[in-house]
């Protein structure tokens, strides 16, 4: 079946410092790659997403960037606060597996820890 | 608005016992479907519906059964708990299509002894 990999599993910063969180994705169909942050006891909300067909989006200290050729995408925070700290999820839009297209597959998780 | 409402947060079951988690938005959402969060796992559907009427399985959907009578509800019922449906579970629903901008509900943390 399809998958996305995460990595890495746990990371630990600085405050101030930057996250670079990547993930993989199998199928060449995928067109749409959300992030999803979860924090501790809550649900998990969007905070960035890119189709395919653009390589970078920038939302103030977050960035997302593709590489469609290679099939892998980055979640990039900068300058990172003590709020950040959550598990961030990636997730890449199912393109061509039978009944279940269209539908989103997620990475397993970064547990992101800033450190003031 | 509330977004999406899930109930209960939180069940407890003995093996064998049969339940409803119940999921409603007031958002005028076609999609909606269902995820189950277990650790170091990520998330992972069950099942979905694309609108009142349709439902269709997910990764997942041993276990679990869906029905989506209006546009506003989607409940998830299991027929017959099992440990292995020990889970935190998320109800979530979207206005542009399946993967589009997910809005999730509050989730059910459940636990079949």
């Known amino acids: 079946g399809e998958n996305v990999e995460q990595h890495p599993s746990t990371l630990s910063v600085q405050e101030g410092d930057s996250a670079v969180i990547k993930c993989t994705y199998s199928d060449s169909a995928s067109n749409y790659f959300p992030w999803y942050k979860q924090e501790l006891g809550k649900r998990p909300q969007l905070i960035i997403d890119?189709?395919?067909?653009?390589g970078e989006k920038k939302d103030q200290r977050i960035a997302v960037t593709l590489n469609k050729t290679a099939k892998h995408f980055s979640l990039h925070i900068t300058e990172t606060q003590p709020e950040d700290s959550a598990v961030y999820f990636c997730a890449a839009s199912i393109g061509n597996y039978g009944g279940s297209q269209g539908n989103l597959i997620f990475g397993k998780g970064t547990k992101l820890s800033v450190k003031p | 608005n509330a977004g999406v409402t899930q109930t209960p947060k939180f069940q407890v079951l003995k093996t064998g016992q049969s339940m409803t988690l119940q999921c409603a938005q007031d958002m005028n959402h076609e999609y909606m479907s269902w995820y189950r969060q277990d650790p170091g796992m990520g998330l992972r559907l069950i099942h979905y519906s694309v609108g009142a009427g349709i439902t269709d399985q997910g990764e997942v959907p041993n276990g679990y059964n869906v029905s989506r009578s209006t546009t506003e509800d989607f409940p998830l019922r299991l027929l017959s708990a099992a440990p292995s449906q020990t889970s935190v579970y998320f109800c979530a629903s979207s206005s542009g299509g399946l993967s589009e901008k997910l809005f999730f509900g509050s989730g059910t943390q459940l636990s079949v002894l």
């Open positions: 890119i189709r395919s067909n653009v």
